[in-house]
């Protein structure tokens, strides 16, 4: 991927704020104490850039990386970040030795077990691994059904100094929707798989479960390890808060420079499809940002802030470009080069990845994690 300094701000740019990605991580520190904070930057950062995320998180106090892949905690360690990751989805092909040569801890759900041994002999090292549980989402983690029979593979292994059990955790499926009450059969369920591993031997060193939801509204469930990602690049996980009620500062702002603005008369058709036609004799720009650069190809009404104003965009998202009708009045010739701010922190009135995602039917997750390697990532506070 890309990634200049904002002095060289290219045509196209994801612009990250580091300095609010450092403000969020302290934010939540607070929120979560004295649970420590492990900082999820896997999906690049959530479109961010892992490294620099990973860099700016932990100097504001996040203990623990965590990502999803193997091959994304590689990277992180190729980077020279030697903190603590946690790496969490595996399939049989997962590179299971080079995770433990570079001392990378490992999710399991226990059908991984005999693969991680392996490694661990291999590398004549004993693994670190995070047992996990399945409390109701049902995705990974052993079955309830299963746990005591993992746990106790596990602490076989253990025993023989090829494993060390570092903690368990488990995944919350609606802890953004603070009513529902399977958070707290999740909750009890979760407890009960601690006391089963503790009770069979496991000296945890973590205990982790709450989320970015759950951190702001579960306080129960912090636990030793808080696992953050959404709110670690300022949004919010909820419907019915803003990234400011939380006290977050959203940390990309998606913009382009328009490259050509021009008059056309009433009627006229706009992208493919010709789903919409101008009203009067207006102005057209066009911003060089499509759906092969993240944005959504449903967002047809998506907001795009030029010169102090907020306009939809109109017509079909195209590969390369979306179009904006700029008015009947608008001069062309000043708003040619001009900038074009698709989504960043509102402060001034602009859109948001929130109002994306609303123009979308998504989530702000996917409005940030989709926009693209095509596009530059220019880094603000690089340096501090």
């Not at 992180?76 to 997962?94: E, K, N, Q």
Request: proline share 6%; charged share 25%; glycine share 10%.
């Amino acid at each position: 991927m890309p990634t200049t300094r904002l002095s060289r701000l290219p045509e196209r740019a994801a612009v990250v704020d580091l300095d609010a990605i450092r403000h969020n991580v302290r934010v939540i520190r607070k929120v979560a104490e004295p649970a420590r904070l492990m900082a999820v930057v896997k999906a690049d950062g959530y479109g961010h850039g892992s490294v620099q995320v990973a860099r700016a998180a932990l100097a504001a106090g996040a203990s623990w990386l965590g990502v999803a892949h193997i091959s994304e905690a590689l990277t992180l360690r190729a980077a020279g970040i030697d903190a603590p990751i946690l790496a969490w989805l595996h399939t049989p092909d997962s590179n299971f030795s080079a995770a433990v040569a570079a001392g990378i801890d490992l999710g399991c759900s226990g059908w991984e077990l005999e693969a991680i041994v392996a490694a661990a002999r291999e590398q004549e090292r004993p693994a670190r691994v995070h047992l996990k549980i399945d409390t109701g989402l049902g995705r990974n983690g052993a079955p309830a059904d299963r746990w005591e029979a993992v746990v106790g593979e596990a602490v076989q292994y253990q025993d023989e100094g090829l494993l060390r059990v570092a903690g368990v955790f488990s995944h919350f499926a609606v802890a953004d929707e603070p009513e529902r009450p399977e958070t707290d059969l999740q909750l009890d369920a979760f407890r009960e798989a601690i006391a089963l591993a503790e009770d069979a031997g496991c000296d945890l060193e973590v205990r982790h479960i709450a989320n970015s939801p759950a951190v702001f509204s579960r306080p129960d469930s912090h636990f030793d390890l808080v696992r953050v990602g959404i709110s670690v690049y300022g949004l919010s996980p909820f419907a019915d808060q803003t990234s400011a009620d939380l006290g977050l500062r959203p940390a990309m702002t998606l913009r382009a420079t328009l490259s050509q603005a021009k008059r056309v008369p009433a009627e006229q058709g706009v992208s493919y499809g010709l789903s919409y036609r101008t009203s009067s004799p207006s102005a057209l720009g066009l911003v060089p940002l499509g759906y092969a650069d993240g944005v959504p190809r449903t967002s047809e009404g998506g907001p795009v802030r030029i010169a102090g104003r907020t306009y939809p965009v109109v017509g079909r998202v195209a590969m390369d470009q979306i179009v904006v009708d700029l008015g009947p009045d608008a001069d062309p010739k000043a708003f040619r080069g001009a900038e074009a701010v698709l989504f960043g922190t509102g402060d001034d009135g602009g859109p948001t990845a929130d109002d994306w995602a609303r123009a979308t039917g998504t989530i702000n997750y996917e409005i940030v994690t989709r926009i693209s390697p095509r596009v530059p990532r220019v880094y603000e506070g690089e340096d501090a």
